[in-house]
């Protein structure tokens, strides 16, 4: 069961410890995203090394390929992949949406065709439950329903209607003692998003996410719908952002009482050779690395930064050698997991305002660049959530 506790609050935000079956996460926390049961080119001594606590794997993938009854079997998903810390699950809405095809929803479920060989499938809230259940998660996600954004106010409304309707169902479906998160939606409309925080908070979740966010709105509108959802959610359950992956978005969100982020940007954008410094992005490709013996972040004490050149990465990717995605993935890992860390410190020492504000002079905000689907992986841009 899950057991979560506020230890501090600055303003708004929040330092806790949540624990859960297969261990402790301090938060506010970033979860590496292991879409298909590995965070891709990391093994589980590296995620664990580079200070991950939780880790985010995908229930659409996961059913499909190799099944969750076949993982079931194996002792687990923890047992299945080597990982022996705690797996929040999604719910596999999100994939339905934005990756199978043809889709058709109502409100006995969402059925869609595999993206992997076309064959049909119905997602009910039932359905979802058991399968999350039988991965062994310790933290599961209810079924919802998210929009693209922009989307009209009826389908957002509709949204709502349903994602709450889903959570009645997976809550009465689900197990004692399965963690269970809602999901808030209500796309951009703020009377939309607060109706939905109120009935989900009726259902007593142990946790809430908030969802449908984060895909390309402007900043200023996403802190403004989280800031309204923190704001009438518990202050004794966990609250997670889902797909928040910028790190100026997840020092916002954090200000806002959010304890818990997933994205796929800092594997995906390591993959393809960029990489989050402490002094904002860096493309390692550019020609002005090919020269250069100075480290990725001289600020950072990942294995890459303590042993490479930024001119010996740029050739690992120039002659496209899997070392470079593998070395910068890491990177990338380690550099939201010192976020993290720095962000908790600051809120136990009381100094989060001027720390971010340090934080964010130095840092050239990300943005400019989504981290816009990649067909050939199947992650997705948001978690890979909701
Ligand atoms: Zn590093």
Excluded at 128 to 138: F, K, N, P, R, Y
Excluded at 224 to 249: I, K, Q, S
Excluded at 297 to 318: E, G, P, V
Aim: charged share 20%; hydrophobic share 35%.
């Amino acid at each position: 069961m899950l057991n979560f506790s506020v230890e501090k609050t600055d303003s708004r935000a929040r330092l806790g410890r949540l624990e859960l079956p297969h261990g402790t996460v301090r938060t506010p926390c970033f979860m590496p995203v292991g879409t298909q049961g590995t965070v891709k080119t990391l093994t589980p001594a590296e995620i664990a090394e580079a200070g991950a606590e939780i880790i985010v794997c995908n229930t659409y993938h996961l059913y499909l390929r190799p099944g969750h009854k076949r993982i079931q079997a194996a002792g687990g998903l923890s047992k299945f992949m080597g990982w022996n810390q705690p797996i929040l699950t999604d719910s596999g809405g999100f994939q339905v949406y934005s990756l199978a095809a043809m889709t058709r929803v109502s409100d006995e479920g969402a059925e869609f065709q595999s993206h992997v060989d076309g064959s049909r499938h119905l997602f009910t809230p039932e359905l979802v439950v058991e399968i999350q259940e039988a991965l062994g998660a310790d933290i599961a996600m209810c079924l919802d329903e998210c929009p693209p954004y922009p989307v009209s106010r009826p389908v957002a409304e509709a949204g709502v209607a349903r994602t709450t309707l889903w959570a009645d169902r997976c809550s009465a479906a689900r197990q004692p003692g399965t963690n269970l998160f809602g999901i808030v939606q209500g796309a951009t409309f703020t009377d939309l998003r607060e109706q939905s925080a109120k009935s989900l908070v009726a259902l007593d979740l142990p946790g809430y996410a908030i969802g449908g966010l984060c895909l390309g709105e402007p900043s200023e509108v996403t802190y403004d719908m989280v800031g309204r959802v923190t704001a009438l959610l518990p202050a004794d359950r966990p609250r997670y952002l889902m797909g928040a992956g910028y790190p100026e978005d997840i020092i916002a969100a954090t200000k806002l009482g959010v304890d818990m982020f997933d994205c796929v940007l800092p594997t995906r954008n390591g993959r393809t050779g960029t990489a989050f410094t402490s002094r904002g992005r860096v493309v390692i490709r550019n020609a002005i690395h090919a020269d250069d013996s100075a480290p990725l972040d001289d600020a950072c004490d990942c294995y890459a930064c303590r042993t490479f050149s930024r001119a010996y990465l740029r050739h690992l990717f120039m002659v496209g050698e899997a070392l470079g995605p593998k070395l910068l993935t890491l990177h990338n890992v380690r550099f939201f997991q010192r976020l993290m860390l720095g962000i908790r410190t600051a809120i136990e020492q009381g100094g989060f305002e001027s720390w971010s504000s340090e934080f964010l002079r130095r840092y050239q905000p990300a943005r400019g660049q989504s981290p816009g689907p990649e067909s050939d992986t199947g992650d997705c841009p948001q978690t890979n959530g909701s």
